[in-house]
């Protein structure tokens, strides 16, 4: 079951989802943590990686080869070590040969998707995100996206969880900015100033697989139910 606690921040309604929300079928970001300030959308990153996979690379085989040929494009090591391992993360999240297939050789318009998708699987802090604000925006077909609907989200948070409630403002700031821009590489918005939310198309290749995993996550990509 997924519950929602109301809360209402400067007369602005918010729902945070409740911890039920945890038991989707294989979910995999069971705490909160703020890996997306260095994380960051990483689309060709994770697309780069997909395909070394399906060519029957292992994981380090893989990452290897991305060091040897610099295919990521780094300055140094630690740093394609340290992105490498979050994109097979969300791989692995998305528990999916068909869409790690489409992630790797799918149109750009669904291989965003589906990171996107891949990013709510393996991050609860995006899931949250994704299905409680910008999920209910669909479901009240209110298309504004403000900053206050996003700090009421974090604002939530800190209430809620103590290790969210320690974390910096630099570091809020900075996770707020990379949902932003997930928003827009996933034409959710049209600029990061922008505050109008488009109606989104979830891509029925995507589509099929989320309703046979998790339709709770339908909502995040206007697919109401």
């Known amino acids: 079951m997924i519950y ?17 929300n945890l038991r989707v079928r294989g979910f995999m970001g069971k705490i909160y943590n703020g890996g997306l300030t260095r994380e960051q959308f990483l689309f060709y990153e994770i697309r780069i990686l997909a395909r070394l996979l399906l060519e029957g690379l292992s994981y380090e085989d893989a990452v290897k080869r991305i060091t040897d040929e610099n295919l990521f494009q780094f300055p140094t090591e630690r740093m394609i070590g340290s992105i490498s391992n979050a994109c097979y993360k969300r791989i692995q999240a998305l528990n999916s040969n068909e869409l790690v297939e489409l992630l790797a050789n799918g149109s750009l318009e669904v291989a965003k ?3 996107l998708y891949a990013m709510m699987k393996y991050n609860r802090l995006v899931w949250d995100f994704m299905t409680t604000v910008i999920g209910e925006k669909y479901r009240t077909q209110d298309f504004t996206l403000t900053k206050t609907d ?3 989200f974090f604002f939530a948070l800190r209430e809620q969880n103590e290790g969210v409630a320690t974390w910096s403002e630099t570091t809020i700031q900075k996770i707020k900015q990379v949902l932003v821009k997930s928003l827009v590489e996933c034409e959710y918005l049209d600029s990061t100033k922008s505050e109008t939310l488009n109606p989104v198309y979830l891509y029925p290749e995507l589509e099929e ?4 995993k998790d339709q709770a996550a339908l909502c995040a990509f206007n697919c109401l139910r």
């Open 113 to 115: 998707q589906v990171n």
């Open 150 to 152: 996003v700090s009421a």
């Open 209 to 212: 697989v989320i309703e046979g």
């Open 4 to 20: 929602y606690i109301s809360i209402n921040i400067n007369k602005t309604k918010y729902y945070v989802l409740g911890s039920a």
